[in-house]
């Protein structure tokens, strides 16, 4: 069992950062891929970004490559989103997720979710 818990979330100027940090209980952490997805008010649940068990990889969509890292630390249990040159679309609740084993973009794919944590951006 993993439990999740996001923050950071909040209001930011567009062009402006924002990391959002994701907090995890459990002692498998480690042996979990961790993904970030946003979802709109009635739109599907979307992926941001993702990161092997290890870190030694990390996925993107094409909307945020080049202006968000994300990265994990497994000593303490958290796995970040740093978000750069915010823009309005950016703005959602974004989710952490949580997946023994392998990495997967699909949401479906994902046992543990986060609560969420919104991020706005003023144009």
């Known amino acids: 069992q993993v439990q999740l818990v996001e923050s950071g979330g909040g209001l930011v100027q567009a062009g402006g950062p924002l990391r959002v940090s994701c907090a995890a209980s459990?002692?498998?952490?480690?042996?979990?891929?961790m993904g970030w997805f946003r979802q709109a008010p009635g739109k599907e649940r979307e992926f941001v970004a993702g990161?092997?068990?290890?870190?030694?990889?990390?996925y993107y969509a094409d909307s945020v490559k080049g202006r968000f890292t994300i990265s994990r630390d497994n000593v303490k249990n958290t796995v970040y989103l740093q978000m750069n040159s915010l823009r309005p679309e950016d703005k959602d609740v974004y989710y952490c997720?949580?997946?023994?084993?392998?990495?997967?973009?699909?949401?479906?794919?994902?046992?543990?979710w986060g609560q969420g944590t919104q991020v706005t951006v003023a144009s």
């Open positions: 997720a949580a997946n023994p084993g392998a990495f997967y973009c699909y949401a479906n794919k994902y046992n543990y």
């Open positions: 459990g002692r498998s952490f480690s042996t979990h891929a």
């Open positions: 990161i092997s068990w290890s870190g030694g990889s990390t």
